[in-house]
């Protein structure tokens, strides 16, 4: 499914506004909080987990702390209310709400990376 698609559901189940459930795989349920509750900078963060399945190799590829990309999973947990990842072994494994986020993240970020690298506007060549 799209990112666009699965901010859409996510509305239509949420009416837009605070928490809204939809249901996970596994038959279980996911919490689902308003866009506006939940820090969108932590989002290239848990994508780079889920690439990665370590924390220190994410902070590394991210130019971040270990202990900030540790503070930021921390974080996102709550938001989800969430595992996102499990330690197995010496590897992050995600769990299946992870696995769900990293499809939509990929679409997602990659759309709003495209975005932001629109060439900048020269009035001398515009038409």
Same mark, same amino acid.
Request: glycine content about 10%; overall charge positive.
């Given at each position: +499914?799209?990112?666009? *698609? /699965?901010?859409?559901?996510? #509305? @239509?189940? !949420?009416?837009?506004?605070? =928490? $809204?459930?939809?249901?996970?795989?596994?038959?279980?349920?996911?919490? =689902?909080?308003?866009?506006?509750? %939940? #820090?969108?900078?932590?989002? &290239? =963060?848990?994508?780079?987990?889920?690439?990665?399945?370590?924390? !220190?190799?994410?902070?590394?590829?991210?130019?971040?702390?270990? &202990?900030?990309?540790?503070? *930021?999973? $921390?974080?996102?947990?709550? #938001? /989800?209310?969430?595992?996102?990842?499990? +330690?197995?072994?010496? %590897?992050?494994? &995600? !769990?299946? +709400? $992870?696995?769900?986020? @990293?499809?939509?993240?990929?679409?997602?970020?990659? %759309? %709003?990376?495209?975005? !932001?690298? =629109?060439?900048? /506007?020269? &009035?001398?060549?515009?038409?």
């Amino acid at each position: +499914m799209g990112g666009v *698609a /699965f901010v859409r559901r996510i #509305n @239509q189940k !949420t009416g837009g506004g605070s =928490v $809204g459930i939809i249901p996970a795989p596994n038959g279980g349920r996911f919490v =689902v909080k308003s866009l506006r509750s %939940i #820090n969108l900078n932590l989002l &290239p =963060v848990l994508r780079e987990l889920l690439r990665k399945r370590s924390v !220190t190799r994410a902070a590394e590829a991210l130019g971040m702390s270990q &202990p900030a990309v540790s503070e *930021a999973l $921390g974080q996102l947990r709550r #938001n /989800f209310n969430d595992d996102l990842l499990a +330690m197995e072994g010496r %590897i992050y494994v &995600p !769990t299946a +709400m $992870g696995l769900r986020l @990293q499809r939509e993240l990929e679409i997602a970020l990659t %759309i %709003i990376e495209d975005i !932001t690298l =629109v060439d900048h /506007f020269n &009035p001398a060549t515009a038409s």
